[in-house]
């Protein structure tokens, strides 16, 4: 069935290449501003209220490591179980399972609190999955930091084989 091939959802839904990995789609970006003067100073100016994108992973392509400012609700809509690999801002590192399988541990949305490394893959080599990203306040790639392979392995050396997986060759 074409549901279940990720070219599917590539084709119709418009995706393209993310500087992140995987493919990306931008469907909803707010025409509502919150004003400098209402973000933490960190923002440097102002954001859309929110915004919101359809991302897709397959087979053996991953989500390299990343982080925004603002905090990222994923939910899950179609393929296989997606695995978020999030160091928050404490340096704790946790996997959160994105899918619908409640038995496994999956849940259908998983929230990234700003400020954390994240990134993701399928907990198998072959598949996909597709996924839906909502960023408030709205995202902004001035706010797109990609992870540095050493600099991670710097800062949490006993995660080293996720983050060797996650992050382009230095």
Same mark, same amino acid.
């Given at each position: 069935?074409?549901?279940?091939?990720?070219?599917?959802?590539?084709?119709?839904?418009?995706?393209?290449?993310?500087?992140?990995? /995987?493919?990306? =789609?931008?469907?909803?970006?707010?025409?509502?501003?919150?004003?400098?003067?209402?973000?933490?100073?960190?923002?440097?100016?102002?954001?859309?209220?929110?915004?919101?994108?359809?991302?897709?992973?397959?087979?053996?392509?991953?989500?390299?490591? =990343?982080?925004?400012?603002?905090?990222?609700?994923?939910?899950? =809509?179609?393929?296989?179980?997606?695995?978020? =690999? @999030?160091?928050?801002?404490?340096?704790?590192?946790?996997?959160?399972?994105? /899918?619908?399988? @409640?038995?496994?541990?999956?849940?259908?949305?998983?929230? @990234?609190?700003?400020?954390?490394?994240?990134?993701?893959?399928?907990?198998?080599?072959?598949?996909?999955?597709?996924?839906?990203?909502? @960023?408030?306040?709205?995202?902004?790639?001035?706010?797109?930091?990609?992870?540095?392979?050493?600099?991670?392995?710097?800062?949490?050396?006993?995660?080293?084989?996720?983050?060797?997986?996650?992050?382009?060759?230095?």
């Amino acid at each position: 069935m074409e549901l279940e091939k990720a070219e599917y959802w590539i084709k119709y839904l418009g995706l393209k290449a993310h500087p992140e990995g /995987g493919y990306y =789609h931008e469907t909803f970006v707010s025409e509502n501003l919150i004003e400098a003067t209402s973000l933490p100073s960190e923002y440097g100016g102002a954001r859309k209220f929110y915004t919101s994108i359809y991302f897709l992973l397959k087979d053996n392509e991953v989500s390299h490591f =990343h982080k925004i400012k603002s905090d990222e609700i994923w939910a899950f =809509h179609a393929g296989d179980a997606l695995d978020i =690999h @999030v160091f928050d801002p404490a340096g704790c590192y946790q996997i959160l399972k994105l /899918g619908l399988n @409640v038995e496994k541990n999956e849940k259908p949305q998983q929230i @990234v609190k700003g400020g954390s490394w994240f990134g993701a893959s399928l907990p198998n080599t072959e598949g996909f999955s597709l996924v839906g990203c909502f @960023v408030a306040p709205g995202f902004d790639f001035i706010d797109f930091e990609l992870g540095n392979r050493r600099n991670l392995l710097e800062q949490y050396p006993e995660q080293k084989e996720i983050i060797m997986k996650l992050t382009a060759s230095c």
